[in-house]
């Protein structure tokens, strides 16, 4: 069945599947958000432990939503798996270093000697929800923004700048992009405390917080947006595979694929309600509206990228070196092979949710973290 | 190959190597002990007896401070085969990426979803429900093993895949074939048992602490012998699929056979080296003694190899130069049709792009009549094609000397609980306490078994190591090993430290 799609409609799905798990993961960090909002919305000692206890509830489905990102791509687009962690090796290194100091800080933070200290593990959660962030979503803005790196014809790649990756941080679309995802994932980090925690002082600050971030995301998301209707972009002959830079190719994407300008359109919307949904007219389920909206964003982000006609990760050094979704893909078996395992993933979803939901039904409280597993909280 | 792509391989190497045996130090007890305390609870909620549950809840508090390490560990063993073999995975990505997908889909998912159940959960789940979760950890996390090692096995013994010339690159044939391969099975019964036995003893150590200190006694035993239990059947398993291990090893990765007992020349009746002290000086090919010292037992490596004690096992000269009597084509005369291949792939893409439809043609049936040798064309010296000796021969021998011990601990430890008087062998308890560590080692020996064992490749005979690694400076690759060197030792030294503290805290906590 699946084995007699055409092989540019399975590069297309995977291109899909691999969005999907992206935009996922983009809004399971409001884990991340909510670990920096530790050193702010929290007052005291006992808001930290609530806020780390409910972002300790889920840290580990955001860390394995980032893995199997990696895996999809690898299994799909093994090109750009090469290229970008091979080329952009410093900026894909720092962001690793973030994650390996988030994993153990939930477990060890309270623990009795623990060597270095609440605060070593505190801070690591922060750094992990900000630098590691903002530079995720750097690399993301490279797919329209292009690096520096050339593949011989053994499709090797060779990075052109010595500062292998780091250099995306340093472009202001690239770094709006990576400020936009940290204030994002703060707000919906707050928004996720006031539908979880069960303690009034600090959800009518984290009510706060989720405006307030809103707010300092909004001139970056600005800045993004007009980054992406007024930039080049990297087109694709589909006849050649040739690779041309087009004058508003995002914008020509953005009009040619309405469906991308709903999602776009619609995910910030929902986001905004959610926020004023949560901080102004008191209600608990903002997050909702908050994550479907990031989701939305993010698939249009992808899709903007890789959709259309478009290289979606772009070389600037040879624009032929440009990966494509048709010229960085696995083979066609691979890509059947891996769509009929993917036919588990709405499984998957589904015990998650189950899960969520067992877990979830009740509000975390001071109550619990001092009940009878107080010494088993994080 | 130049001197600074030589040290970005090497540095790149050690960084793997550190890396993994940092991941290897978590993992093996996560998956043992994942089990151990699905059964500690089972018993709990199938007697109702709350000391069962105390008792879950402090092996419980061990695995997490454990688990949460390992995961931090893991994550860069998926990304650094981007980030620091990126020829590897462009070259083979098509089938080593399918794996590690799998894995994230099914098994990381299973396990970080009912973690928080198994952790969180004693209030808000049912007591059936948090059972069935512990289970799915156990499971997940062994699940997860499943596909790591189905992609390691497939390195050791690539099947199943073409090469594409005009990609660059081999792509999956069969997944069933890959999935199903007789060395992944043999690899993933080999592993997990070894990770239970080695759980086993961790918690037999702790146990034995618990008695010498007379402290948690009662605990202590029951934790013992439900662990030694599994150490025994672990054992037992562990011997079995070792022993197929070796015979497949012999046949399709013979050199590193013959580098596992120091055989440098191939002989009927061929010995194992019960006790051996290598030569270092000796290299192949020269007319030195492979040891200084040795005891052996004849026609042992020949019964392991072949099933027959008076079959050949051809040794590391014979691989490296061939052997016409036994029909070996050795490494030498491999570069010399590898070497072919390179060129004309080479020239087949040269004339691809500048249109030569003719001379591409011409290019590439004189590659595919040497392609199968294409991994040896890249070697600068037929030497190369031997595994470091003296490391693959010594963690051989210590995984197989500690691998014939621990069976008798356990042995013991049940059968002074069969006659109940396991609360007086105070040796006993000491041994067991000794048995914690040396578990890690023979675990940790293992590992070097099968990865120094393959060099030089990367990917049995195809893809040496100096070819998989990504195009970077070594000053790069040099600075993230001595950041991953600080970071995992100051996390390990914390992770030992916050155990050593529940240990003392105990299961009364």
């Known amino acids: 069945m699946i084995g007699n799609l055409d092989i540019a409609i399975l590069q297309q799905l995977w291109w899909l599947i691999a969005s999907v798990v992206g935009s996922l993961f983009l809004m399971l960090t409001f884990v991340q958000g909510g670990q920096t909002l530790i050193f702010t919305t929290a007052k005291n000692e006992e808001e930290k432990s609530l806020i780390i206890n409910a972002m300790g509830r889920k840290w580990e489905l955001t860390f394995t939503t980032l893995v199997l990102f990696g895996g999809a791509l690898f299994a799909a687009f093994p090109l750009f798996y090469a290229t970008s962690f091979g080329g952009a090796y410093w900026v894909w290194m720092l962001i690793l270093f973030t994650f390996v100091m988030q994993a153990v800080s939930y477990e060890y933070r309270k623990k009795p000697n623990n060597v270095l200290g609440a605060r070593t593990y505190e801070i690591f959660m922060f750094v992990n929800g900000s630098v590691g962030i903002l530079l995720i979503g750097a690399a993301v803005g490279t797919f329209f923004t292009g690096s520096r790196f050339t593949l011989n014809l053994y499709n090797q790649v060779t990075w052109a700048t010595p500062f292998h990756g780091l250099e995306a941080a340093l472009n202001v679309f690239n770094l709006a992009f990576g400020l936009f995802l940290v204030f994002l994932s703060r707000a919906l980090g707050a928004m996720y405390l006031v539908s979880h925690v069960d303690h009034e002082a600090l959800v009518r600050q984290a009510r706060k917080a989720a405006f307030i971030n809103l707010v300092w995301a909004l001139p970056f998301l600005l800045t993004v947006l007009y980054g992406l209707v007024t930039m080049d972009g990297f087109a694709v002959d589909p006849a050649t595979g040739q690779v041309t830079l087009e004058q508003g190719k995002y914008l020509h994407n953005l009009l040619g694929m309405p469906a991308v300008l709903v999602l776009l359109l619609g995910g910030l919307v929902s986001v905004i309600y959610g926020v004023v949904a949560t901080s102004f007219l008191g209600k608990k389920c903002g997050i909702w509206f908050g994550g479907l909206g990031t989701v939305l964003v993010g698939l249009a982000i992808f899709s903007l990228a890789g959709y259309g006609n478009t290289a979606f990760y772009p070389s600037l050094t040879d624009l032929q070196s440009s990966l494509t979704i048709y010229n960085a893909s696995s083979s066609k078996f691979t890509l059947t092979v891996m769509s009929y395992v993917a036919i588990g993933v709405p499984f998957v979803l589904a015990y998650v949710a189950y899960v969520w939901r067992v877990m979830d039904s009740k509000q975390l409280s001071l109550a619990e973290l001092a009940g009878e597993d107080s010494k088993k909280m994080y | ?509």
């Not at chain 2, 792509?5 to 998956?31: C, D, E, G, K």
């Not at chain 2, 970071?487 to 299961?507: N, R, S």
Request: proline content about 4%; glycine content about 8%.
């Open chain 2, 1 to 509: 190959m130049g001197n600074d792509l030589l040290a970005t391989v090497n540095w790149s190497r050690a960084q793997f190597a550190l890396t993994a045996m940092y991941h290897w130090i978590f993992v093996p007890l996560t998956l043992g002990l994942s089990f151990l305390i699905a059964f500690f609870e089972s018993i709990y909620v199938k007697t109702g007896d709350e000391s069962w549950k105390k008792l879950t809840k402090f092996w419980m508090t061990l695995f997490g401070v454990n688990f949460a390490i390992g995961v931090a560990t893991g994550i860069i063993m998926e990304f650094q085969f981007g980030t620091n073999w990126s020829n590897y995975s462009w070259m083979v990505g098509d089938i080593f990426g399918a794996p590690l997908a799998v894995e994230g889909i099914f098994a990381f998912f299973l396990e970080a979803t009912f973690f928080a159940v198994m952790f969180f959960g004693w209030q808000r789940a049912s007591k059936g429900f948090h059972l069935f979760s512990t289970w799915m950890v156990a499971i997940g996390s062994n699940l997860s093993a499943v596909w790591i090692l189905v992609a390691n096995a497939w390195m050791q013994t690539p099947t199943a895949m073409a090469f594409n010339p005009d990609k660059a690159r081999f792509e999956m044939q069969n997944f069933a074939d890959i999935a199903l391969s007789p060395n992944a099975v043999h690899k993933f019964t080999h592993t997990t048992s070894s990770a239970f036995l080695l759980a086993s003893l961790f918690v037999m150590g702790i146990s034995g602490l618990f008695l010498l200190q007379k402290r948690h006694q009662l605990m202590a035993q029951r934790s013992m012998v439900v662990a030694a239990t599994l150490g025994l059947v672990a054992s037992v398993f562990v011997a079995f699929n070792g022993d197929e291990s070796a015979f497949h090893i012999a046949h399709r990765q013979p050199m590193k056979l013959a580098a596992m007992e120091g055989l440098y020349t191939g002989q009927e009746k061929a010995p194992v080296v019960a006790l051996g002290l290598i030569n270092l000086a000796k290299q192949p090919g020269d007319d030195l003694p492979a040891f200084h010292q040795e005891v052996k037992i004849p026609g042992v490596l020949s019964l392991l190899a072949n099933r027959d004690f008076n079959s050949y096992v051809p040794g590391i000269n014979d691989l490296v130069y061939g052997n016409p009597q036994r029909a070996i084509v050795g490494a030498q005369q491999r570069m010399v049709s590898g070497r072919i291949a390179v060129a004309e792939l080479s020239r087949y893409k040269e004339a691809k792009k500048s249109g030569d439809a003719a001379g591409a043609a011409a290019a590439l049936a004189l590659f595919n009549q040497n392609k199968d040798d294409l991994g040896y064309g890249y070697l600068s010296s037929p030497e190369q094609a031997a595994p470091p000796v003296a490391l693959t021969f010594y963690a051989f021998h210590i995984m197989i000397a500690l691998g014939t011990l621990f069976p008798v601990i356990f042995l013991a430890v049940l059968w002074f609980a069969f006659k109940g008087t396991l609360d007086s062998q105070r040796w006993l308890w000491w041994v067991c306490f000794a048995g914690l560590f040396l578990g890690y080692v023979a675990s940790q020996a293992g590992w070097v078994v099968a990865e120094v064992g393959r060099q030089p490749w990367a990917i049995q005979g195809l893809l040496p190591v100096g070819v998989a690694s990504t195009n970077i400076a070594a000053s790069s690759v040099q600075a993230t090993f001595f950041i991953f060197l600080a970071l995992f030792t100051a996390l390990l030294i914390a992770e030992i430290g916050i155990m050593v503290k529940q240990i003392k805290i105990g299961p009364e906590a």
